[in-house]
């Protein structure tokens, strides 16, 4: 939790929609996926990685993409709480902003993890799963929802 308020949306950092599709989500995930500061270098696996989308899936890849977001963006999280000593993992709801920046590092996590090829063909098969609700990224949301579930009798320390 950040000590300070977080500031009004006016006055935080305007965010440019990418070049090719017009879509702040593709821009965000773009700065999420840069590779050692080399912004152009993201946008190529990403790009070349919805390119593949396109030829596997034969569907608008944009749709696969927001998707897998969606599909892979939790609803419930576990946060410790300190209450007398003890520490609690309290469920707590996730803002949806949150929820869609876990989402990004789950699904860049899950096809950095994989080995042996080129990154977008990781990231596009990754992407694809998520679309249709399978995969590594897919199976860390269930285990967020399954962790959250199983401690909810401590919701009550929530505040």
């Known amino acids: 939790m950040p000590r300070k308020a977080l500031k009004p949306r006016e006055r935080r950092k305007v965010e440019k929609p990418d070049y090719k599709y017009n879509s702040l989500l593709v821009a965000r995930f773009i700065g999420?996926?840069?590779?050692?500061g080399k912004k152009t270098i993201g946008e190529d696996i990403f790009y070349s990685a919805l390119d593949r989308i396109q030829?596997?899936?034969k569907e608008e890849?944009?749709?696969?993409f927001t998707r897998a977001i969606?599909?892979?963006?939790?609803?419930?999280?576990?946060?410790?709480?300190r209450v007398g000593g003890?520490?609690?993992?309290?469920?707590?709801?996730?803002?949806?902003?949150?929820?869609?920046?876990?989402?990004?590092?789950w699904i860049l996590g899950a096809s950095r993890a994989k080995r042996g090829r080129p990154m977008h063909e990781r990231l596009s098969d990754e992407l694809m799963a998520a679309s249709k609700k399978e995969g590594e990224s897919i199976k860390k949301?269930?285990?967020?929802?399954?962790?959250?579930?199983?401690?909810?009798?401590?919701?009550h320390y929530r505040w």
């Open 55 to 57: 030829e596997k899936m």
């Open 61 to 64: 890849p944009l749709a696969v």
């Open 86 to 105: 003890a520490t609690y993992q309290v469920p707590s709801e996730v803002r949806p902003e949150r929820g869609e920046a876990l989402a990004m590092k």
């Open 32 to 36: 999420k996926l840069n590779f050692r």
């Open 141 to 155: 949301r269930e285990d967020t929802h399954k962790m959250a579930e199983a401690n909810k009798a401590f919701a």
């Open 70 to 81: 969606e599909n892979t963006r939790p609803l419930l999280e576990v946060r410790p709480r």
